[in-house]
């Protein structure tokens, strides 16, 4: 589609899609509107609609996206801004907003339409002039109001699959558990849902709430007790259960186990006035509790993946430059004898002892490259049995790095002190005192 016919063009489809949307509600008119848009004016605009809940940017639905963005912070990008300040915003070139947030490389316009907790993002890749804002913003109007509808008729039966369809995307667990927090809430009439998870360097606890309930959080221990207690999947809780909580007995309520391979590792907690207790109910709570177990051990395996990752890299540039070490020692040694044909004999004996001391160490390099695949193996083994010539291993050391002294006319000069022997592993010593500049891991 042509630049200059972008506009008035999506002008027409957006009257267009109204009509096709019809009488459609909840979020099956959301995804409609988004998909039938992107179907009449091409792969140019990218529409999507967000619901704002627990500090957080929810999808509702999306159409030509590569990839599936959900619970997106509030801290920037140009949505964030729309919904929190309650004003449409238009970009009309999008290399002008400093935290523009690009989704996939080449959008260049935007126009966002915030309504109540929703809001409405049209992306393009082609320029938008301003005409299009009040056509986009009463789509949106018109849009929200069909979703709206929809829950109105029957607010929790969501498709619990597309309701937890968002939580596969997901990176942080924190957000993993926030969201389902919600989805239980609205599926079981909960005025307040906790979810912990004990897994990992510290427990994670996320909250949601309806305004003005007064219902506290309970410490992470004090949950994972009361549902490792319970040990049932599902548990409708009573009073007694309620005060162990420190809750009003007259509540309702509700607790499940995240449970991976057997182990309790999380749960969630819930009160409320209302709270559902039927067959549908009770699927959609089984299904809530499978899902995020499994979302969080998917995105727990991702983080432990990439720490690998990084551990490697390091380990290469770490080799890396221990390899260079005795090679470069090789190669100066072996300019200095070529070069210097008058040199004493007693200084070139020294200078081959030289070489072969690098080689050797060349050597020990290769078979710690080795030793790597042991340790993940879990076989690596340290050779402590005997004593450690520490002033022997540093004088060694000088003679790797002499070439590069005398190339650069520096002295090196070892001041001998009293023998010192550590009981140790001498080849990892001998590494640990010729190391140098490694790449350091700058979050430690």
Known sequence: MPTEALTPALIDALATVVALVGESTGFEAAQRGVSELRKICGDTVYPTIYELHSGRLWLVAQAGYTGVFDGIGLERGVMARSITSGSTIFVADSADVPDYLHA?????????????????????STPLTEEVVEPVAGFTRFLVGRIKAGMEETPTRQPIARALGPMVSMMDREAILEYAARVAATRLGLDFAQMVLVTGDKPLSVVWRNPGTWVEPRTPDEVFKAVYTKRAYISWIGSADQLQLGWDANLGGVLFPLLRRGEVIGGLVGAGQNVLDDADARDATAAIAVHTAACIERATLELSLSDALMARSRFIAAVSHELRTPLTAIVGFNDLLRTNEDMPLDERREFLEAVRDNSTHLLALVTDILDV?????????????????????????????????????????????????VLGDELRVRQIVVKRDYPRDRSA
């Open 104 to 124: 996939q490389p080449g959008f260049v316009s935007e126009v966002t339409v915030p309504v109540g907790e929703y809001v409405f993002s049209l992306e393009t």
């Open 373 to 421: 695949a042991r340790a993940e193996a879990g076989q690596l083994r340290m050779d402590a049995s005997g004593p450690v010539d520490l002033m022997a291993i540093v004088t060694d050391a000088i003679t790797y790095v002499s070439p590069q002294a005398r190339s650069s006319r520096t002295s090196v000069v070892v001041t001998p002190g009293p023998e010192v022997h």
